[in-house]
């Protein structure tokens, strides 16, 4: 499955739009990635903790874009848009990523 940011591809028409798809994926960072991550955070430098699961949703986010899109007989989906967000709650901060994009037939 091609996945682009761009809204067409150089040398490849689009022969079929199918619609917008999208993918969601929310995960809780566990208590001792949070206490080292906040120490992390006062002395600088940069949290691999935090790197690590923002990147899992991220991947995880595209990756249930990407099977919607196979639903529909798509092999590219284009235009993709990333949001991130952090959710409190009452056991912590959980990270959500959603991927949503068009998905198309090349």
Excluded: H, Q
């Amino acid at each position: 499955m091609l996945v682009t940011t761009t809204p067409t591809i150089e040398g490849k028409p689009i022969s079929e739009y199918y619609g917008l798809v999208s993918g969601e994926a929310i995960l809780g960072a566990n208590i001792f990635k949070d206490i080292f991550a906040s120490i992390r955070d006062i002395v600088g430098g940069r949290s691999e903790a935090y790197e690590k699961e923002l990147r899992k949703a991220k991947e995880t986010a595209i990756s249930e874009m990407c099977a919607e899109a196979t639903k529909f007989g798509a092999n590219a989906v284009v235009a993709v848009d990333l949001d991130y967000e952090t959710i409190s709650s009452g056991g912590g901060n959980m990270l959500m990523v959603t991927a949503s994009g068009t998905a198309v037939r090349l």
